[in-house]
Nanobody, 127 residues
Framework: VQLQASGGGLVQAGDSLKLSCAAG??????AGWFRQAPGKEREFVAS????????RYTDSVKGRFTVSRDTTTNTVYLQMNSLEPEDTAVYYC???????????????????????WGQGTLVTVSS
């Protein structure tokens, strides 16, 4: 099942953008957002568990980005505020049907934990 990410664009530093990722079926057990900046490895941004809405963020976006989900439309969002040039990247959404072990709180921050990926959407933040 394809994941369709959208909402990227060109903005100025300090602006906001909201990314969306729609799936043909539930994201259970969790959805994640990752990004890849030019010349860099893809990195974790945020995740949300489907049933309880538990969230995780990478330190650099805490307080600026908010991940949420709509279980009625099977859509995940990433609200990005106070954007910085360092946020420039291709953003990817991902989904996994795998549940994490109780002793592995970082499970949903790892790429290998996800089994479905969407195409990326480019976010460019100018200074």
């Amino acid at each position: 099942v394809q994941l369709q990410a959208s909402g990227g664009g060109l903005v100025q530093a300090g602006d906001s953008l909201k990314l969306s990722c729609a799936a043909g079926r539930t994201f259970k057990n969790a959805a994640g957002w990752f990004r890849q900046a030019p010349g860099k490895e893809r990195e974790f941004v945020a995740s949300v568990t489907w049933t309880f809405g538990n969230t995780r963020y990478t330190d650099s976006v805490k307080g600026r980005f908010t991940v949420s989900r709509d279980t009625t439309t099977n859509t995940v969002y990433l609200q990005m505020n106070s954007l910085e040039p360092e946020d420039t990247a291709v953003y990817y959404c991902a989904a996994t049907g795998r549940g994490r072990a109780l002793n592995d709180p970082d499970f949903y921050t790892r790429e290998a934990s996800y089994d479905r990926w969407g195409q990326g959407t480019l976010v460019t933040v100018s200074s």
